[in-house]
């Protein structure tokens, strides 16, 4: 079983660039969300979705989006990358009822120069 | 708002047992969680626990909640240097499982031989 996909792995970008961070389950998870990890803070939730075609923000959504066209993925979109976005990325997934438990990527480590 | 507070480190010997706080915020949180995160990889469950239970033992695992003072604990005994990570406690904020959890800051697990 792949769980839970995230590429790239990592990545570079200068100041102003847009790019896509991909995450795709397998596991056909209702809900799927994105988190970003920095030293001291935690996993601070960014944008989550509850189903194909609803989306909703987390606590820190600024400069970022989302879509949920299918249930297996769930790609976060940086806008205009700035280096206050330098961090770890991971995607999550969880069904619906049951214990709530996260279903973790391996993370994309983003550098903002 | 809610908020999932620990501390940042914790040094022990191999063989003790290692004792890991949390505090939380939201009372209505109907799951708690402790996760274990090692170098370079995603986030993994180790253990829950029901809101109305007092303690949850698996293996060399106890969780002990004290729903009064909004304390969750982690001991983790015969501690093994395997066990060098870090340890994320986590709360759903609401009742209803959305697939969003509140995690605390972390706390790195050293385990010294």
């Known amino acids: 079983n792949a769980g839970v996909t995230q590429t790239p792995k990592f990545q570079v970008l200068k100041t102003g660039q847009s790019m896509t961070l991909q995450c795709a389950q397998d596991?056909?998870?209702?809900?799927m969300s994105w988190y970003r990890q920095d030293p001291g803070m935690g996993l601070r939730l960014i944008h989550y979705?509850?189903?194909?075609?609803?989306?909703d923000q987390g606590e820190v959504p600024n400069g970022y989006n989302v879509s949920r066209s299918t249930t297996e993925d769930f790609p976060l979109r940086l806008l205009s990358a700035a280096p206050s976005q330098t961090s770890v990325y991971f995607c999550?997934?969880?069904?619906?009822?049951?214990?709530?438990?996260?279903?973790f990527g391996e993370g994309s480590r983003l550098t903002v120069l | 708002g809610e908020d999932v507070e620990q501390s940042l480190f914790l040094s022990v010997r191999e063989g003790d047992s290692s004792v890991i706080n949390c505090t939380y915020t939201?009372?209505?949180?109907?799951?708690l969680y402790w996760y274990k995160q090692e170098p370079g990889a995603g986030l993994q469950l180790l253990t829950y626990?029901?809101?109305?239970?007092d303690m949850k033992q698996d293996q060399r695992l106890t969780v002990l909640l004290n729903k009064k003072d909004k304390h969750l604990s982690l001991r983790i005994a015969d501690t093994q240097t395997g066990d060098s990570a870090i340890y994320f406690c986590?709360?759903?904020?609401?009742?209803?499982?959305?697939?969003?959890?509140?995690f605390g800051q972390g706390t790195t697990l050293q385990v010294k031989p």
């Open positions: 999550a997934s969880s069904a619906a009822g049951g214990t709530g438990e996260l279903f």
């Open positions: 596991m056909n998870h209702e809900y």
């Open positions: 979705s509850v189903g194909a075609g609803i989306t």
């Open positions: 939201d009372s209505s949180s109907t799951y």
């Open positions: 626990i029901f809101s109305n239970m």
């Open positions: 986590a709360e759903s904020p609401s009742s209803s499982n959305t697939g969003k959890l509140i």
